[in-house]
């Protein structure tokens, strides 16, 4: 496997969970439970990403600025969790943060997919991309 669909895969659970959180109401059990798998999917999705696809990345001219921009979103992604942390779930506020992560995350994968995988593409061997997936693998199997 690839770093590639290593990362797509997470990509659609995090997808799936944003899909489910936007529809759902109040302070309920399920909306606290989708919602913990969903900071904890983000969190340990952004570590690893960020240690074995843009730590080499940012190596090469050519994916340095979209790895940048990158991290750059995980951080803006990291500052909505906290702001849904901070609002009651019964609060609209809650709702409203929560699309505006969905909107964020969303943007950010879309861009990843579409953009940077072939720009990285070109920059990693396939050896790397084959070793990347199996240590970015790993780091989410110990996350969990």
Do not use: C
């Not at 944003?18 to 904890?40: C, H, N, P, W």
């Amino acid at each position: 496997m690839e770093i590639f669909e290593a990362i797509r895969r997470d990509h659609e659970k995090q997808r799936l969970l944003m899909k489910i959180l936007v529809e759902t109401s109040g302070d309920t059990e399920s909306r606290r439970d989708f919602y913990a798998e969903l900071k904890q999917a983000l969190i340990d999705h952004a570590i690893a990403e960020e240690r074995y696809f843009y730590s080499p990345l940012m190596k090469s001219d050519q994916t340095i600025e979209q790895s940048r921009h990158a991290i750059a979103e995980h951080h803006e992604i990291d500052e909505l969790l906290e702001k849904l942390d901070e609002t009651e779930m019964t609060s609209p506020a809650w709702l409203a943060t929560m699309k505006k992560l969905k909107h964020l995350v969303e943007h950010h994968l879309a861009e990843e997919e579409q953009e940077f995988f072939q720009q990285a593409g070109k920059v990693l061997s396939a050896s790397q991309k084959d070793n990347l997936a199996d240590k970015y693998q790993g780091e989410m199997e110990k996350a969990h």
